[in-house]
């Protein structure tokens, strides 16, 4: 499965595009594309990758990834077992720097833009109460002419610059594309563990998979992603566990085997490192509403 470098359509008579994704999953192939991109899930769950940040995604996120960030949105295995031709939806805005003019964001009323779309090398999330107006934005942006669109958009990427909720995703920032052959391969990396995660997975098969020598695969995956295997494996994995232990009343021990840990008090330490809580408490947290 090969990473491409999207080449977004032009909208006749619009600067900038307005895209509705939906069908039985997401496009589920790491990519990048020299436009800005504001996405919202309206329908579907699985596990993002943006940058070098793995963690779920659900109906109501709402992503600001910048340009030339290594992003996919990749659905739950059971939308590709599932004959639903509807089961995901995502609406999502494109623009790049120089769409509304070389100077648009040098502008003194646009610095707080021009900021925010720095920040967006590293992908960023917003969450409530900023989250459920831009997503009300968002979603008036399908029913609008051009110029209100335009307004819609000024109005969305202003609330994100201003926000106190909002975070950034990757701890890597990415300005310029990365090489086709290093996309090709973290790709198959990527889609390989997210298969497999739940299984024992051991070095010298991530090596082979990446047609690589044990210590050039781990040179190659630190540069890459900014972290070790074993660390990216165990976020993947806790980040599954947390829609587990959140939608379920399963033990943790059972949670634990199930996403791929052999012992329970390792899985509790690891859980308690990438989330900041235990299991136990973030059953409690996701109970309560809070």
């Not at 950034?168 to 563990?193: A, W």
């Not at 059953?283 to 309560?288: A, D, E």
């Amino acid at each position: 499965m090969k990473a491409v470098r999207f080449v977004i359509p032009k909208t006749d008579g619009n600067s900038f595009r307005l895209q509705i994704d939906k069908g039985g999953c997401f496009y589920d192939t790491i990519h990048y594309h020299p436009e800005h991109q504001i996405t919202l899930i309206c329908k579907g769950e699985g596990t993002s990758f943006i940058g070098n940040r793995v963690e779920r995604f659900q109906p109501g996120d709402v992503f600001l990834i910048g340009k030339n960030v290594p992003h996919v949105t990749k659905c739950d295995e059971i939308y590709y077992t599932s004959p639903e031709q509807n089961n995901v939806l995502s609406i999502s805005l494109f623009f790049k720097d120089e769409t509304f003019g070389k100077q648009f964001f040098e502008i003194p009323e646009m610095v707080h833009i021009k900021h925010l779309l720095n920040l967006a090398s590293q992908g960023i999330k917003i969450n409530e109460p900023d989250r459920n107006e831009v997503k009300k934005l968002i979603e008036q942006c399908t029913d609008v002419d051009s110029f209100q669109r335009f307004q819609l958009l000024m109005s969305i990427l202003d609330i994100f610059a201003r926000s106190k909720t909002s975070r950034t995703l990757s701890s890597i920032s990415y300005h310029s594309p990365t090489r086709e052959s290093d996309n090709e391969r973290i790709n198959i990396i990527f889609n390989f563990l997210s298969k497999n995660f739940r299984n024992e997975i051991n070095l010298n098969q991530l090596s082979e998979v990446a047609n690589m020598t044990t210590n050039s695969f781990c040179r190659y995956f630190k540069q890459r992603t900014g972290k070790s295997y074993s660390g990216f494996l165990n976020d993947l994995r806790i980040e599954y566990a947390g829609k587990l232990i959140a939608g379920s009343t399963d033990s943790f021990g059972n949670i634990a085997a199930l996403c791929g840990y052999n012992s329970l008090s390792y899985f509790n330490r690891q859980f308690k490192r990438i989330t900041g809580i235990t299991p136990l408490q973030y059953r409690k947290k996701y109970r309560s509403g809070i």
